[in-house]
Structure formats: structure tokens, C-alpha cells
């Protein structure tokens, strides 16, 4: 089992940054695929980024050039840096682990970004 909790979000203005952290512990994290994923309202939850046990890193078209995945073994924790943020990203943030390119085995509980003026 893992459990996961994310921290960061909050109100941006469009153009601003934030940085969303999601803390891991229970299990080993570091044999984990970590990913980002967002659900707007009224939409469908969306894989954002990924990060493998490796490091390599892939990301959504809509985030890429803006967004950065990373990760810290040693601090059992996944970063998602986000700039130059647009209204449309105004959703639920979610981190998840698993073990593939869309890691969906374990689920955070949520942190919500808002991009407005």
C-alpha cells in the first residue's frame, strides 16, 4: 500500500506558477512510477505528467514546455512545477503511483488550483 498526499495548490493568477508537492509513504517509493493527473469540472480526469522510477519523463501536449515532473527518492516526494498557468488548467490536482506509463495503482486525495484574474 501507499499513501499519498498532495500540497501546493491554490489561487494563481493567469501567467503566474505554482509548485504541487505529493508526499509518499507506506512503501517503497522509489520502485513506483509517480504521474500527475487533473480533473476539471465536468471533465474527465487527464494525465498531465510522468515521471519513472528512472527519471525519464513524459507530459500531456497541452502542459508541455510549462510543466516539470520531478522527484526526490530520498524525501519519498514527486514535484509538478507548473508556469506560465492558463484558466484552463483551474482543476483538481491529483498524484497517483503505479507501475506503467499511467500509473493509477494508488491515489492521492486531491489539492485544487485555480487560475483567475
Known amino acids: 500500500q501507499v499513501q499519498l498526499v498532495e500540497s501546493g495548490g491554490g489561487l494563481v493568477q493567469p501567467g503566474g506558477s505554482l509548485r504541487l508537492s505529493c508526499a509518499a509513504s507506506?512503501?517503497?517509493?522509489?520502485?513506483?512510477?509517480m504521474g500527475w493527473y487533473r480533473q476539471a469540472p465536468g471533465k474527465q480526469r487527464e494525465l498531465v505528467a510522468t515521471?519513472?522510477?528512472?527519471?525519464?519523463?513524459k507530459y500531456a501536449d497541452s502542459v508541455k514546455g510549462r510543466f516539470t515532473i520531478s522527484r526526490d527518492n530520498a524525501k519519498n516526494t514527486v514535484y509538478l512545477q507548473m508556469n506560465s498557468l492558463k484558466p484552463d488548467g483551474t482543476a483538481a490536482y491529483y498524484c497517483?503511483?503505479?507501475?506503467?506509463?499511467?500509473?493509477?495503482?494508488?491515489w492521492g486525495q486531491g489539492t485544487q488550483v485555480t487560475v483567475s484574474s
Open positions: 497517483a503511483s503505479g507501475t506503467s506509463w499511467t500509473p493509477r495503482d494508488f
Open positions: 507506506g512503501s517503497i517509493f522509489s520502485i513506483y512510477a
Open positions: 515521471i519513472t522510477t528512472g527519471g525519464s519523463t
